[in-house]
């Protein structure tokens, strides 16, 4: 393999947050590597994803359990048999919260534009045309208001499909315009992060939506319209320092990968050993960084009630 494809592998697994997955799982993984799409040039669109056979088989990277796509989608995507959580995408989220899957889509029209001119491995204009052409994604977060247990909700969800869920102008300018919206006609807030941070090729412009969503973000509790954040694998880099960690009410889902920087990161840089289940949601609702962790199968009902409560 040549040094260029060498790098641009690399560069992809971090982009997909391969850097956030523990060393031991990664060396289990190498062990059945046919099983992953490495090579480049074999690339499947979201669109034609959820086309899967129901009849195709999956295999849970946490217990090995096999089973099929059908029946993990009617688990909501929570292992049978050990509850690891797998990834999901927005649409997903927004049909497991909304009552009778109804929502209507808001600021979606927003686009990302290359304006520093910014090229990493390749241009970051290419990037953003490839991302748009292989999914049906128009940026790393979607926005949607809709009943959950019949109270109104306003919903910005991440999605990693879209350069690793990363933070840049378009995911700021979203979550500004949601709270905008919340206040205007006083409804509650959830963000469900999934992300490896800042945008790079975003470069400063990224982290300036950090006090931009944070100032707006107040702007509710002045208001006193609550706020909550739902972490799940991975909440990481700028997500994290900022409006994840500032919910009126911060959860996670099970197993969820939560930090500023990654495990091996921090590591290099101590030159000690991690505890173990480090960054993981049960070792921070320990440490006191989360109010309580929610099963996927129970955000609902446990939206539902929080809702009741703050509207009380
Ligand atoms: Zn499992």
């Known amino acids: 393999m040549s040094e260029l494809n060498k790098q641009l592998e690399e560069f992809e697994s971090t982009l997909s947050g391969e850097e956030l997955v523990p060393e031991e799982v990664l060396e289990e993984e190498q062990h059945r590597s046919w099983f992953r799409r490495r090579s480049k040039g074999i690339t499947t669109s979201t669109a034609e994803k959820k086309e899967t056979p129901d009849g195709l088989w999956l295999m849970c990277p946490s217990c090995k359990y096999t089973c099929t796509v059908l029946e993990l989608r009617d688990n909501l995507h929570v292992c049978p048999k050990c509850s690891h959580h797998h990834r999901i995408g927005s649409d997903e989220y927004f049909d497991i919260l909304f009552d009778e899957k109804e929502y209507t889509r808001l600021f979606d029209n927003i686009r990302s534009k290359d304006f520093l001119g910014f090229t990493d491995l390749k241009p970051y204009y290419k990037r953003l045309e490839e991302t ?44 500004v315009r949601a709270a905008d919206y919340c206040i ?51 909440t990481f880099g700028g997500t994290t320092a900022s409006f994840s960690m500032l919910g009126d009410i911060i959860m996670a889902e099970p197993g969820a990968l939560i930090g500023f920087a990654g495990p091996r990161v921090i590591k290099e840089t101590i030159k000690r050993d ?39």
Request: with cysteine; hydrophobic share 40%.
């Open 132 to 175: 748009w052409a292989k999914t049906t994604l128009n940026d790393s977060m979607s926005v949607a208001h809709g009943k959950v247990g019949g109270y109104d909700l306003v919903v910005s969800c991440m999605d990693f499909g879209f350069i690793g869920g990363s933070l840049g102008s378009v995911m700021g300018e979203k979550i």
């Open 184 to 234: 205007e006609y006083r409804i509650p807030y959830l963000i469900i992060s999934k992300s490896g941070g800042a945008r790079m090729m975003e470069s400063a412009f990224s982290l300036m939506q950090l006090p931009k969503t944070l100032g707006r973000l107040s702007l509710l509790t002045d208001h006193k319209i609550p706020y909550f954040s739902l972490c799940t694998d991975p």
């Open 274 to 312: 991690l505890p173990k289940g480090f960054q993981r949601s049960e070792f921070l609702l320990e440490k006191g960084f989360l109010d309580f962790i929610v099963d996927r199968k129970e955000l609902k009902a446990k939206m539902t009630l929080l809702l009741m409560l703050f509207k009380g």
